[in-house]
């Protein structure tokens, strides 16, 4: 009988923590990929700071404001994107969410509430009237949230794609699909653009589905 591995597990895996992660696979997103990261969740994790409101962690409100700023810088996002600028304060900033699935709730949760504002909707009577948009390569999560936001069902496309495209947004038929529904006097509300969808690693392209998105007013 050969020698058993003491540790079957360390030989069993690549040293590469890359081989696990490659730069250009976005589909999920672990947090924890660098020393940096895994040495800021440890930290995070041993202060667990109680970060309700400014009063209840100022310090770490104040954290998160400046960092998210870092981050919109990184990915060059547009100045409105920011909380401060370097004219003053800006019109934007975010917040650290738990999961993805949270933050899509949270921004469609937003979009609904803007979209009412927007028709002068009593109460949330309107709702049955808002639409919501996705390739069909998006995450499950994202139709789960729309539901969990109250969405119609029958109001939350699916845009199909195909092999041409790469399995991403096809700008032509999302215009066509929003331009139906607001000319049968449906409300153009949310439109979810995923960089690396799960199932497919499709990389919808963002630009475009914006351009198509602002003249719908969404
Ligand atoms: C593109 C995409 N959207 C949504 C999700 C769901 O994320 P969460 O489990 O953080 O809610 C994932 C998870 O891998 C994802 O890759």
């Not at 924890?32 to 109680?50: C, E, F, K, Q």
């Not at 909380?83 to 949270?102: A, K």
Request: glycine share 8%; charged share 15%.
């Amino acid at each position: 009988m050969g020698s058993l591995d003491t540790n079957p597990m360390s030989s069993a895996l690549p040293n590469d923590k890359a081989a696990f992660e490659p730069l250009n696979f976005f589909a999920f997103f672990p947090s924890t990929n660098s020393a940096a990261a895994i040495a800021g969740d440890l930290i995070a994790s041993a202060m667990n700071t109680v970060g309700f409101t400014w009063q209840a962690s100022p310090a770490a409100t104040e954290m998160e404001v400046l960092a998210l700023d870092w981050l919109a810088r990184l990915l060059r996002l547009p100045t409105t994107f920011m909380n401060r600028t370097s004219t003053g304060r800006g019109t934007g900033g975010g917040v650290i969410l738990g999961t993805t699935s949270e933050a899509m709730l949270v921004t469609l949760v937003a979009a609904r509430d803007a979209a009412l504002r927007r028709t002068g909707s009593v109460g949330v009577s309107d709702i049955p009237r808002l639409t919501v948009y996705a390739a069909d390569q998006t995450h499950s999560t994202f139709f789960k949230a729309c539901r969990l936001a109250g969405f119609d069902p029958a109001n939350i496309r699916s845009i199909p794609t195909g092999s041409e495209t790469s399995y991403g947004f096809d700008p032509a038929k999302l215009l066509e699909v929003m331009q139906a529904d607001a000319d049968a006097g449906l409300v153009t509300t949310y439109v979810c653009a995923t960089v690396g969808t799960t199932s497919s690693n499709a990389v919808d392209p963002v630009g475009a589905v914006a351009d198509i998105a602002a003249m719908f007013n969404v």
